[in-house]
């Protein structure tokens, strides 16, 4: 039987809602606080949630990340009192089902619930993902897993794919891993650098050029396009690609023939197309610099990759990947890893994604003395600096003043609602805890989490919330 979980801190609403969902003959839970629904779904169970945007304990949208990693991956629809254009757009980029204004009658949220229910059931329902050939894609988080679902569909279509996410989030990995798993993989795999192309020989790069069509033309070459016949042409940073060509390039993937330069007749490449970008395309639309109706043609299907602070519980198993490769190729046993080094990239936010975590990784090895273990005074001079930063509290007052915050004072003036009072006690309770919990732990994550039975991810997810870290050893 379908369950739903309604996570809300007006306990008059839940009750409403929770009737609704008894007449519709499913089950229903309530929470009226972030972490009680939290704790409720990590037991599972849960077909679809039911979350506000504003409760004592946290911002419902902050949140949809971490309701979608629990156990069921529930489907989630945002109820709020005051709709958001923004909210909405974010609700629905972070994987919630639906954004929902709370309405007049609550008859009105049946069929958003109820579709989501059958969603959710299908799902559950389908048949498991093929193995892929995933090569160099390393971690289980459900955020990249999600990513591999959809990169396994564009693999058994012939449609354009467009893969956008940050810079270093492994963009050409997905690619490849599209190229490898379809029909195709039999067939060249060509990648073209659109940032890297001269902008006076891009036509020719691309089209190809027949001898003698310009000066330095002296013989004749078939162009990236061509090469690709049969398999799948990968454009990086399809952002960079002139307008000029933009326009030329849009009645190639009409048409699949094309002239090249110098040339009188057309030729015809039979490519699949994948392209990607960590621009803003729509933006670029918007600013006149990229052309809408090619836009609309690279995006048969769009997979946006998850930064790695999206993913922390990836972060392990990507670096003992990376430090075992490079045993390998020294010939060496791998490098043992303190405690604290591991504290250390589980704090830092990773604006490079997993190309920096890398690039980190081999400049700690080079740093450290041969037989020593890896401690955070290895890693890079901006990491550890950031590390520095983030330890220095915020308040600057006695430790003791910190230790016992006094009780707050209530500005008549300002008098604020019961919900902006529990939720700012609520933060104040949270953050002693912590404290607290990091004095008497010996600033050790491995006693903190035995003691606070929380996740590694879930710690320092709270941590980095209320601006606390341990201090990194020099």
């Known amino acids: 039987m379908p369950r739903i979980l309604v996570i809300d801190d007006d306990v008059g609403f839940c009750r409403s809602l929770q009737a609704v969902i008894a ?8 929470a009226n606080s972030l972490e009680t629904g939290l704790e409720k779904l990590a037991r ?11 409760l004592p304990d946290g911002n419902g949208l902050e949140h949809i990340p ?29 994987g919630a089902w ?3 204004t709370k309405p007049g009658t609550l008859n009105n949220i049946r069929l958003p619930i109820s579709r989501a229910v059958e969603y959710h059931r299908h799902k559950a329902l389908a048949k498991p993902r093929a193995s892929l050939r995933r090569e160099g894609i390393i971690g289980e988080s459900k955020a990249l897993t999600a990513c591999l679902d959809m990169a396994a569909r564009a693999a058994r279509s012939g449609g354009n794919v467009l893969i956008v996410g940050e810079t270093g989030t492994g963009k050409e990995l997905f690619a490849r891993v ?33 001898k003698g069509a310009f000066t330095t033309a002296e013989k004749k070459h078939p162009g990236l396009i061509l090469q690709a016949h049969g398999g799948t042409l990968f454009l990086d940073e399809i952002g960079e690609l002139p307008l000029a060509v933009q326009k030329a390039f849009l009645r190639l993937l009409q048409e699949h023939r094309f002239r090249p330069v110098g040339a009188t007749e057309e030729v015809r490449s039979d490519f699949r197309l994948v392209a990607a970008t960590n621009r803003d395309l729509e933006r670029m639309v918007a600013d006149w610099t990229f052309r809408q109706d090619l836009l609309f043609r690279l995006r048969g299907m769009t997979i946006e990759l998850p930064p790695l602070r999206g993913r922390t519980v990836d972060i392990e198993a990507l670096c003992r990947a990376r430090l075992a490769r ?16 591991w504290g250390a990239l589980f704090e830092y936010g990773w604006p490079g994604n997993v190309r920096e975590l890398f690039s980190a990784l081999d400049s700690a090895l080079t740093a450290a003395e041969t037989g020593t273990p890896l401690l955070p005074r290895h890693l890079p001079m901006h990491i550890r600096a950031w590390l520095a930063r983030r330890s220095v509290p915020v308040s600057h007052g006695p430790v003791a003043d910190r230790e016992q915050p006094a009780p707050p004072e209530l500005d008549p003036d300002h008098f604020p609602t019961i919900r902006e009072f529990r939720a700012k006690e609520l933060a104040r309770v949270d953050r002693r805890y912590l404290e607290v919990l990091l004095r008497i732990s010996g600033e050790s994550m491995e006693r ?5 039975g929380l996740s590694r991810a879930r710690l320092y997810a709270l941590l980095r919330q209320h601006g606390l870290t341990r201090h990194a050893p020099a």
């Open 23 to 30: 007449g519709l003959g499913w089950e229903s839970e309530a």
């Open 44 to 54: 599972g169970g849960f077909d679809v949630v039911v979350l506000d945007v504003v």
């Open 66 to 94: 971490a309701v979608r990693e629990t156990p069921d991956a529930p489907e989630v629809i945002i109820l709020t009192g005051q709709g958001d254009p923004d909210g909405a757009e974010l609700a629905i980029k972070s």
């Open 98 to 100: 639906d954004y929902i």
């Open 178 to 210: 599209i190229h490898d798993n379809s029909n195709r993989c039999e067939g060249p795999f060509v990648v073209v650098d659109c940032a890297a192309l001269p902008e006076s020989l891009v036509e020719s790069m691309l089209f190809g050029h027949e």
């Open 326 to 341: 490079r045993a390998a190729e020294e010939g060496e046993p791998a490098r043992e890893v303190s405690p604290e080094f």
């Open 448 to 452: 903190a989490e035995a003691l606070s």
